[in-house]
């Protein structure tokens, strides 16, 4: 009998036109999987093709909150992955319906088709949290892991890389704005974890390398405050801009109204999530549940961030026009 290649073996990626999707998709091109994209609109993730050659990488129409559409989209799938997630709710976009219903129909798909499954929850995710956000990514593991029991679970720290929301968000706000804020003095700690990372463990996991049944905590190399991240942004960018302590009740309030903007700034919910710590868990590194369990060695943003950034810089257009 001749041994099953990756290219005969076909892998569902739910939320696989996102951030951490291209990614994603990306190393399963590499390792010659065939992929199948699972998106609300499949028109949209067309910039996935050429991660891929010709054929390898296919768009399906499927909503998480659509208990039909995610099992069709899983029909004959050695693997499913769960990228799906929202920072804020809009409509029917819920963190229950999204995070935690649709997680389960995904991992109740996997189990039905029998299925891997990889699921993608956050650091920090915790039923007893005052954040719903961290709240519904806790019950989506619950409810995952009872449905498919041998599933692989990752919850990275912020994620960065050349697409992200972190880096390129207070970098932009550096050029436009004479101060940055620091919610509740920015003290809450990070452990920033670079795309290409998140995507080669999952990648590993795909490939059975992962333990089954197991929450992997991802994060980089470095734990930094936000303060140290807001310093390391402006010294990158090379920008001097104010620092200003913002208690958490001023933050509340002003994310009050910000909540309304169609992509709001922050949210009363993400200034919860600045409460607490978003770092690997001293229980997930004894257990070697961490990208060096996986045996990757994490990037720095050092090595990663100033090759995006840079447009960000005073100079950067006249550096770009010369280079
Ligand atoms: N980025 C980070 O720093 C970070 C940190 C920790 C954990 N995570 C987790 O990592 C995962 C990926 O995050 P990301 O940064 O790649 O997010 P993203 O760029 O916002 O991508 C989210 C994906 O989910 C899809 N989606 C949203 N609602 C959907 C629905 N109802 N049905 C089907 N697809 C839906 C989006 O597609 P459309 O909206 O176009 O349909 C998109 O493809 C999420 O679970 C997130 O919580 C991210």
Request: aromatic fraction near 6%; include cysteine; hydrophobic fraction near 45%.
């Amino acid at each position: 009998m001749t041994a099953r290649s990756n290219s005969d073996t076909l892998i569902t990626v739910y939320g696989g036109s996102g951030f951490l999707g291209r990614h994603v998709v990306r190393a399963l091109a590499k390792r010659d999987y065939r992929i199948r994209v699972a998106v609300r609109r499949p028109e949209l993730a067309n910039h996935l093709q050429p991660l891929g050659k010709v054929g390898q990488i296919h768009a399906v129409q499927a909503n998480i909150r659509n208990g039909a559409s995610v099992a069709a989209a899983a029909r004959d799938a050695s693997v499913l992955i769960n990228l799906v997630g929202i920072l804020f709710e809009r409509g029917r976009q819920r963190f229950d319906a999204v995070h935690t219903i649709g997680a389960e129909q995904v991992a109740l798909a996997a189990n039905a088709h029998g299925a891997r499954l990889v699921h993608v929850s956050a650091i920090g995710a915790d039923e007893a949290s005052p954040s719903r956000y961290a709240r519904s990514k806790a019950a989506a593991e619950r409810l995952v892991l009872s449905a498919q029991p041998t599933a692989n679970i990752m919850r990275p720290s912020i994620i960065f890389g050349p697409e992200d929301d972190f880096f390129n968000r207070f970098a932009a706000m550096a050029r436009l704005s004479p101060a940055l804020p620091l919610i509740g003095g920015g003290k809450a700690r990070f452990q920033p974890v670079f795309v290409g990372d998140v995507a080669t463990a999952i990648a590993i996991a795909v490939a059975g390398n992962a333990r089954a049944c197991t929450i992997y905590e991802l994060g980089g190399p470095d734990v930094r405050s936000f303060k140290q991240l807001m310093q390391y942004v402006l010294t990158t960018i090379e920008r001097k801009r104010l620092l200003v302590p913002l208690p958490f009740f001023v933050a509340k309030l002003q994310a009050m109204a910000l909540q309304f903007m169609p992509t709001p700034l922050l949210t009363p919910d993400q200034v919860e999530l600045l409460r607490v710590d978003n770092v690997v868990s001293e229980a997930a590194k004894a257990e070697g549940r961490t990208l060096h369990g996986l045996g990757i060695e994490p990037e720095p943003i050092e090595a990663i961030v100033p090759s995006y950034v840079w447009r960000f810089r005073k100079t950067g257009q006249f550096r770009n026009r010369i280079a």
